[in-house]
Nanobody, 125 residues
Framework: VQLQACGGGLVQAGGSLRLSCAAS????????MGWFRQAPGKDREFVAV??????????DYSDSVKGRFTISRDNAKNTVYLQMNMLNAEDTAVYYC?????????????????WGQGTQVTVSS
């Protein structure tokens, strides 16, 4: 599986962005998908995860983005999205998408079978 993330950019505080991550291959629906971010000088952190549709497609979020960000997937398009609303300066980071058979690995271990390249999100205050 190859992952290609896009949609980052510069936005003012309070604004919105939608990130997309397109996956190659025919097994996209068999993977849990996650979004992570890494700000300068900080460790990579978990942002959001969506389980496989066959497992109910449940979602989970870090406390810092809960209520502002929404993760979704379109299996027909092999794409996972991250809708980001009410952005603030603390959301500035490089955002990465990832795929793993286990959503637990994505959340707890910050590990994944596959990683996409990052897309920069910059929020101006």
């Amino acid at each position: 599986v190859q992952l290609q993330a896009c949609g980052g950019g510069l936005v003012q505080a309070g604004g919105s962005l939608r990130l997309s991550c397109a996956a190659s291959g025919r097994n996209f629906r068999n993977y849990a998908m996650g979004w992570f971010r890494q700000a300068p000088g900080k460790d990579r952190e978990f942002v959001a995860v969506i389980n496989r549709s066959s497992s109910g497609g449940s979602t989970d979020y870090s406390d810092s983005v809960k209520g502002r960000f929404t993760i979704s997937r379109d299996n027909a398009k092999n794409t996972v999205y991250l809708q980001m609303n009410m952005l603030n300066a603390e959301d500035t980071a490089v955002y990465y998408c990832a795929a793993d058979r286990s959503p637990i690995s994505l959340i707890n271990d910050l590990s994944a079978d596959y990683w996409g390249q990052g897309t920069q999100v910059t929020v101006s205050s």
